[in-house]
C-alpha cells in the first residue's frame, strides 16, 4: 500500500478513528489494533513476507532477553551473533544473493573458466528488508551494549518492529525512542494531530509535484544517454539529485506525520541537505537514521576517529562502502559509497567534518553569503556527480554516462518526452529551492506563518500543485522501496 495512493487514504482514517476511539482505553489493546493494522497495512503488498516480519521479531525478542539474562560475556557475545547471523543472512540471501552468485561466475569467466549454470534463483525482494532488519538488530546490540533493558511485552515489541508508518522505508528508529513511546500511554494530542497532517501535505507535495513530476525526464534522459549532449546529461543527473530527495524526504515527511496521528514521534531523517556545506554536513542532514545507525554500531565499535587518523580512514572507507552496498545489490552502489569516501576523508583531515552540526546555512540572516553560496553548489555538485552511479543500470552504463559528458560539448534544449514546457520546472523547482531555505531552521514545520491567511493560501497553492502534476500514467513507487 503507497501512502500516495486511494487505498491509503481510505485506510489512514479508518485506522484512525479505531485506534482512538474504540481500542484507546487500554494500552495492550491499542498497541494490539494497530500491529494488527501494519500487518495489513504490509501483507497487501504479498502477505508471504509477514512471515519474515514475525520471524525477524521473534529472534530479537528472545535473543534480547538472552543477551539481558547471560552471566558471561562469551554467552552474552553469543546470543549477539544469533541475532546478527540470523538478520544479515536474511537480508544476504532475499538482497544479494544473486549479486554474490553473478559477482563470482564473472570472477571464474575473467580467468577463463565458463561455468554451465548460475545458479541465481528467482528471488522477490521483501520491500522494506533493509530497514526492519536493521531495527531488530539495533535492539539486541542496545541490550548487549547494556544501554537498553529487554522488554517483557511481546506485543509492544512487534509494534515497535512493524509500525506501519515507517516499516517499508524508515526512518529506522532505535528501541530507545520507538518502543519507549509504544509502552507509554498516549492521549489524543489536536496539535500534534494538526501537525501531522501538515506533514503529510508537505510530503505528498514533494513526491507528487517534485518528484514524480520529475521522473519521466530523468528516466528518458539516462536511457538515452549516448543521444544527448553533456548540457541534457548535466540537466538529467541534477533533476534526479532533486527527484530523490523529493521522493524520500517526501516518504519520510508522510511517514512522521502520519506517526503523530497516532501520538508517536518519529526521528527526523532529513535535515534540508541541500544546504549543506560540505560533504560531511551533508551526510548529518541526508538520511539521518542510516547514517546513525552506521556511527553508533559500526564506526564507533570499529574505533570511530579514536583510534588515530590512518585507522579513522579506515573506518571512515568501510562506512561508506557498507552504506553503498546496503543501498543495492550492484557494484554502482559500492563505487557510489567509495565516491562519497573519497569526498568526505579531505574534510575529515582538515577538521571540518563537524563544524557545521549545530548551525544551519546564513543562521539569522535573510540570505547566504557569497562563500556560503559557493560551499553549497560545490557539495551539490559533488553529490551530484555521485548519483550517476547511484541512478545507472551499471557500470559500463555509468561510465558511458561520464564519456558522453566529455566528448559532447554541443548544446541543445532538451525536450520533454512528454511535451511539456522546461520552463514550468526550472520555475518550480526555483519556488521550491526558495521555500525551503525559508524553512530551513525547523523539517518539521513546513507551513509556519503567524497569519491564517497566509497558512490557507499555502495550503491551497500545494493542493492545487498536487492536482495539477498529478500523472495517473507515472509509476508512483518510492525510489527506496527497491532497497
Not at 491509503?8 to 494497530?34: A, G, H, R, S, T
Not at 540570505?367 to 551539490?380: G, M, V
Not at 523547482?429 to 493560501?457: A, N
Request: contains cysteine; glycine residues 6%.
Amino acid at each position: 500500500m503507497l501512502f500516495n495512493s486511494l487505498d491509503f487514504f481510505i485506510f489512514l482514517p479508518i485506522v484512525f478513528v479505531l485506534y482512538w476511539f474504540i481500542f484507546y482505553k487500554k494500552l495492550q489493546i491499542q498497541n494490539f489494533f494497530i500491529l494488527t493494522a501494519s500487518y495489513i497495512f504490509y501483507g497487501l503488498w504479498d502477505w508471504r513476507f509477514l512471515f519474515l516480519i514475525l520471524a525477524s521479531t521473534l529472534v530479537d525478542f528472545f535473543v534480547g532477553k538472552a543477551i539481558h539474562s547471560s552471566d558471561t560475556n562469551r554467552m552474552r557475545k553469543s546470543w549477539l551473533w544469533v541475532s546478527i547471523i540470523f538478520n544479515i543472512g536474511l537480508l544476504g540471501f532475499f538482497k544479494y544473493y544473486n549479486f554474490f552468485i553473478g559477482s563470482w561466475v564473472d570472477f571464474l569467466s575473467f580467468f577463463g573458466y565458463e561455468l554451465k549454470s548460475t545458479w541465481t534463483l528467482q528471488i522477490i525482494l521483501p520491500v522494506g528488508i533493509s530497514f526492519y532488519t536493521f531495527q531488530t538488530m539495533s535492539y539486541s546490540l542496545d541490550i548487549y551494549y547494556k544501554r537498553l533493558t529487554p522488554t517483557k511485552n511481546f506485543i509492544a515489541f512487534a509494534t515497535f518492529v512493524s509500525f506501519f508508518p515507517q516499516l517499508v522505508a524508515g526512518p529506522i528508529e532505535r528501541a530507545s525512542n520507538l518502543l519507549s513511546q509504544i509502552t507509554t500511554k498516549r492521549l489524543f494530542n489536536y496539535i500534534q494531530c494538526t501537525e501531522g497532517l501538515k506533514l503529510i501535505l508537505w510530503g505528498l507535495f514533494k513526491k507528487v509535484v517534485i518528484a514524480d513530476s520529475i521522473a519521466p525526464i530523468v528516466d528518458d534522459i539516462f536511457a538515452n544517454y549516448s543521444d544527448y549532449p553533456a548540457s541534457t546529461l548535466i540537466l538529467g543527473v541534477s533533476l534526479f539529485s532533486f527527484q530523490v530527495y523529493g521522493d524520500f524526504s517526501g516518504y519520510s515527511d508522510i511517514a512522521i506525520g502520519t506517526a503523530k496521528l497516532f501520538g508517536i514521534e518519529l526521528m527526523s531523517n532529513f535535515k534540508f541537505p541541500t544546504f549543506s556545506r560540505n560533504v560531511a554536513e551533508y551526510w548529518q542532514r541526508w538520511h539521518v537514521s542510516l547514517s546513525t545507525w552506521f556511527r553508533h554500531y559500526v564506526y564507533i565499535p570499529l574505533g570511530g576517529n579514536r583510534v588515530g587518523k590512518l585507522k579513522s580512514i579506515r573506518n571512515i572507507i568501510i562506512i561508506f562502502l557498507v552504506s553503498g552496498f546496503w543501498h543495492g545489490a550492484n557494484w554502482t552502489f559500492i563505487i557510489w559509497g567509495a565516491i562519497h569516501a573519497l569526498l568526505y576523508i579531505p574534510v575529515f583531515l582538515m577538521g571540518r567534518n563537524r563544524i557545521y552540526m549545530n548551525t544551519v546555512v546564513a543562521e539569522n540572516k535573510w540570505f547566504p553569503s557569497i562563500k556560503e553560496i559557493a560551499q553549497i553548489l560545490l557539495t551539490f555538485s559533488l553529490v551530484t556527480f555521485s548519483r550517476v552511479f547511484f541512478r545507472s543500470e551499471s557500470i559500463s552504463d555509468a561510465f558511458g554516462f561520464l564519456q558522453q559528458i566529455c566528448s559532447d560539448f554541443t548544446y541543445k534544449n532538451y525536450q520533454h518526452p512528454l511535451g511539456y514546457r522546461m520552463i514550468d520546472y526550472f520555475i518550480l523547482l526555483g519556488i521550491f529551492i526558495l521555500y525551503e531555505f525559508r524553512i530551513r531552521r525547523d523539517e518539521r514545520s513546513p507551513f509556519k506563518f503567524k497569519s491564517r491567511i497566509t497558512r490557507f493560501l499555502a495550503y491551497t497553492l500545494v493542493i492545487l500543485g498536487m492536482l495539477l502534476f498529478f500523472d495517473d500514467n507515472i509509476d508512483r513507487s518510492f525510489i527506496y522501496f527497491q532497497f
